[in-house]
């Protein structure tokens, strides 16, 4: 819904969301224009709704930008504008949370610029940022990028940085997230801690495979076999 207010990020696991992802020209919300949007909505857990369409951004996509999402401008060329395009999306969401990765410091920065320019107000749906909660429920891992997640959750990556491939791999994480949250709580999971300094480990890549290391490197380099 639409206020002159913006949402508020929370960090919780809630059963009806939607899931949304923007691919873009660029990393700059300042400068940068969508190139595509998709939104998977959830309730109860469960995928009942899908919006996606591709965007024309009225200027060239550049090079660099297409190698990661593979969308190039004859793709786009008889594609809606984004000021059309953004008003769907507000009604598809409705005043359900709004869950991405990375949305925190991104795809929020996009959405509140051009609802600010195009629509005169911003979205006040409140929003949940699945980094973030990865980090917290498995602080043992090294990367928290989306594909890292998915690999280790043993979920496809096909069609990743596509914006509809992203976004359904970001519901069935966060849905998994929830899962080891519970673990946590229930002090069912535990991560090993450093015993030198008493920080938790976390997983890193080295020549021979993964292994643990502190998190407090490089003030504390203590390692030990995965």
Known sequence: ???????????????????????????????????????????????????????????????????????????????????????????????????GHNIHSFDMGFIYRDCEAFLNAFPDNNYIDTLTLSRRCLPEMAHHRMTDLAVHYGISTEGAHRALADCYMTQQVYELLKDEMELFESGKKRVPLCRQCGKQMKLRNGKYGEFWGCSGYPDCSFTMDK
């Open 1 to 99: 819904m639409l206020s002159n207010k913006a949402g508020t990020k929370l960090d919780i696991f809630t059963p009806d969301y939607v899931v949304f992802d923007l691919e873009t020209t660029g990393i700059s919300p300042y400068t940068d224009k969508v190139v595509e949007i998709s939104a998977v909505k959830v309730r109860n857990h469960k995928k009942v709704d899908v919006f996606s369409t591709l965007v024309n951004p009225e200027c060239h996509i550049p090079e660099d930008a297409s190698a990661v999402n593979g969308i190039y401008d004859e793709m786009v060329a008889e594609s809606p504008i984004f000021a059309d395009v953004l008003s769907e999306f507000i009604r598809f969401i409705e005043d359900l949370p709004l869950v």
